[in-house]
């Protein structure tokens, strides 16, 4: 014997589809508590959903627009082809792919010069081998003046003088006439520059101090050349020169024809505790005059 079916609470029996060829009136899964009075036929028709004017039944779960059964909203591939909000590109990959091509590019380039300098300072104080004997050339090409490297500070024995280089120019004025400045210690001005300084620029520790180096390696005390290096220690030094009396407006605007630059040493004093004497007189090593020719100010090394 089939058992008895369940009732609505309230409500007449549920007709069966076998019985009457209709189908039976369920309850919605999302439908309130009150659905059971709204689809009573005897309830009010004011409590009707569809005794409002602008009641429209759409179809239920399950059914697409044209009636047809459709997918199960909570499961199935077309949950899993939902839309979904991706966060937005960054950095180089937000570029264009022309620009993305462009940034790689840049990145290669930037890449090459800095292993091939690299390379380059390694053979450079490596001991002599096979690469630096075929390339030496090459090799010093690439680190003088600028890169060039040495190892004094872990010498046995450490500079133990202090070395300032001075300059003065002659200069020709609005007039015609010439004028001859007085001597600009610039290694003080580096000093004043550095301390107190937390960040330094490279320029302000060793440009000049490397250029007096430079220019000393390469000249006897009579300041004459020793090597094929003589010429370019010279006018790499003047040019120095040259663009700190510039960049300090010394000469306020007019032509510099001739510079002259001289070092003046001192020793450093010894510690209390030590038994060496030494003078603290200074010393002076005065150069010869430059002359300045056009576009020098200008960085130019003609």
Wanted: proline fraction near 11%; include cysteine.
């Amino acid at each position: 014997m089939p058992a008895p079916r369940a009732e609505l609470r309230g409500s007449a029996p549920v007709r069966s589809t076998d019985a009457a060829g209709e189908p039976a009136l369920g309850l919605d899964a999302h439908a309130g508590p009150d659905a059971d009075t709204a689809l009573r036929p005897d309830a009010d028709p004011a409590a009707r959903p569809d005794a409002d004017p602008a009641y429209c039944p759409g179809p239920g779960p399950g059914v697409g627009p044209d009636g047809d059964p459709g997918p199960d909203p909570g499961s199935g591939p077309a949950s899993a082809t939902a839309p979904r909000h991706l966060p937005p590109r960054t950095g180089v990959a937000a570029l264009s792919p022309r620009y993305q091509v462009g940034a790689a590019l840049a990145l290669a380039v930037v890449a090459v010069a800095v292993c091939v300098h690299v390379g380059m300072v390694f053979l450079h104080v490596a001991p002599s081998n096979t690469v630096t004997k075929a390339h030496g050339k090459a090799i010093d090409d690439w680190i003088y003046p600028e890169f060039e490297q040495n190892w004094k500070l872990f010498a046995p024995n450490p500079l133990q003088q202090n070395i300032a280089v001075q300059v003065r120019a002659q200069i020709r004025g609005a007039d015609g006439g010439s004028r001859t400045t007085g001597w600009y210690d610039l290694s003080a001005q580096d000093g004043r520059e550095i301390d107190g300084n937390l960040v330094p620029s490279h320029t302000q520790q060793n440009e000049l101090r490397r250029a007096w180096d430079f220019f000393t390696a390469t000249h006897d005390g009579s300041a004459r050349p020793v090597g094929l290096r003589g010429a370019l220690a010279e006018t790499y030094l003047r040019r120095v020169v040259v663009m700190r009396l510039e960049r300090g407006a010394v000469h306020g605007g007019e032509a510099v024809e001739r510079v002259q630059v001289r070092s003046r040493t001192t020793n450093v004093p010894p510690p209390k505790w030590s038994t060496d004497k030494v003078s603290t007189s200074p010393v002076y090593r005065v150069l010869s005059w430059w002359s300045v020719p056009d576009g020098a100010t200008e960085g130019g090394t003609r």
